[in-house]
C-alpha cells in the first residue's frame, strides 16, 4: 500500500465552483499532515497545514479524520489562480511523504 | 522572507559524470533533504539529514548517491556516475523542527545526456 495516495483529478471546474478531494495514508503513526501546491515545473509550497480539528484559511478548506486516516482539501470559490496540483504530505517520522498529487483546473 | 537557495538552476551533464547539486538552506534549520521528481511524475524522497548524518534514506538513494553538510551552511547532493534516468528535477528542503512545515528550493533540472 502506498505511503500516501491522492485523487488524480484532473478536476475541471468553473470560476466560483467549490471543489474537494482527498487523500488517504497509510502510516497511523503519522504526526504532521499538510496540503502544499506546485505549479507546472516549480517547487512545491505550502498551501496550509492540517489540524485535528479542521482548519480554515480564506477558501480553504482542510480536515484530518486520523481514525480513517484521510485528509480533505475543499476550495469554495474558485479563482482562476487556484489552477495547480495540490500535494499531500504526510509526515511518518522526520521525512515528508508526499502523494502524487490532485490537478485542479479552473476555468474561466 | 528566508528561503531555501540552490544552484545551478539547470544542469546538463553526460552519462557516467559526476554531478553536485548545491542548497544553502534556511540559517537556523535543523533538517535537512533532497528529493526529486521525474517530469509528470511525484515528488520522491531521496534522503533526510539531521545532526550531521543521514537520518532516512529510500531506495532510490544508493551508493551512487552522497550528501553532504561541508561547512555548517551548504548541503550538497552527489552523483557519483550519472544515468539517463536521473534526469529530473531535485528539490532540496529544509525545515526548523520535526513537526513544521518544509522550505523548498527552487530545484535544480538536472539532464542526463
Known amino acids: 500500500r502506498k505511503e500516501v495516495e491522492q485523487d488524480p483529478g484532473p478536476f475541471n471546474v468553473p470560476e466560483g465552483a467549490t471543489v474537494a478531494f482527498n487523500c488517504t495514508y497509510s502510516n497511523s503513526a503519522s504526526q504532521s499532515f499538510f496540503w502544499y501546491r506546485q505549479d507546472c515545473r516549480k517547487e512545491p509550497k505550502l498551501l496550509m497545514s492540517?489540524?485535528?480539528s479542521g482548519n480554515e484559511d480564506g477558501r480553504f478548506t482542510a480536515q484530518l479524520n486520523r481514525a480513517s486516516q484521510y485528509i480533505s482539501l475543499l476550495i469554495r470559490d474558485s479563482k482562476l489562480s487556484d489552477s495547480a496540483t495540490y500535494l499531500c504530505v504526510v509526515t511518518p517520522g522526520h521525512k515528508l511523504s508526499f502523494g502524487a498529487g490532485t490537478t485542479v483546473t479552473v476555468r474561466a | 522572507e528566508p528561503e531555501v537557495t540552490q544552484t545551478p538552476s539547470h544542469q546538463v551533464t553526460q552519462m557516467g559524470q559526476e554531478v553536485i547539486l548545491r542548497c544553502v538552506p534556511i540559517s537556523n534549520h535543523l533538517y535537512f533533504y533532497w528529493y526529486r521528481q521525474i517530469l509528470g511524475q511525484k515528488v520522491e524522497f531521496l534522503v533526510s539529514f539531521y545532526n550531521n548524518e543521514i537520518s532516512e534514506k529510500s531506495e532510490i538513494f544508493d551508493d551512487q548517491f552522497s550528501v553532504e553538510r561541508p561547512d555548517g551552511s551548504n548541503f550538497t547532493l552527489k552523483i557519483r556516475s550519472t544515468k539517463l534516468e536521473d534526469s529530473a528535477m531535485y528539490f532540496c528542503?529544509?525545515?526548523?523542527?520535526?513537526?513544521?512545515?518544509?522550505?523548498f528550493g527552487q530545484g535544480t533540472r538536472l539532464t542526463v545526456v
Open positions: 528542503a529544509s525545515r526548523d523542527t520535526g513537526g513544521t512545515q518544509a522550505f
Open positions: 492540517v489540524y485535528s
